[in-house]
């Protein structure tokens, strides 16, 4: 319910594609499935973008959630860029912490959506 008012939302309101060189990018094999990778931090801090891998979409809204000293933080974000505050984050974590992205919402130029439940990313 909540995906269709954000993609209703959304589709009504033009998002810019992301000019972006550096990205996350989920592996498709996540397309309505769950994955997770390690991936090395050096990899993670310049990430400006969330992006499905070999899918011609646009990824509309995400969730991610980790836990710093003891206390789980949330970002509920619209569209595919990784805030500020996110960034900040990833470039203070250290090995062994964890990433979840949830509900990661992309639509395709036909108007289609797609959703990745959750994409796990621990930190090498």
């Not at 991936?39 to 995400?62: P, S, T």
């Amino acid at each position: 319910m909540v995906i269709q008012a954000v993609y209703s939302y959304l589709r009504k309101t033009p998002i810019p594609m992301s000019d972006h060189k550096t990205e996350i990018v989920v592996p498709a094999s996540a397309i309505n499935a769950c994955v997770s990778q390690i991936i090395a931090r050096e990899k993670l801090v310049d990430a400006e973008v969330l992006k499905i891998e070999g899918a011609d979409c646009q990824v509309i809204f995400y969730s991610l959630t980790t836990i710093v000293d003891g206390t789980a933080i949330q970002f509920n974000c619209t569209g595919d860029a990784l805030t500020p505050e996110i960034r900040s984050l990833i470039e203070d974590l250290h090995p062994g912490k964890v990433l979840f992205f949830e509900n990661i919402t992309a639509v395709n130029s036909d108007g289609k959506y797609m959703v990745v439940p959750w994409f796990i990313i621990r930190i090498k």
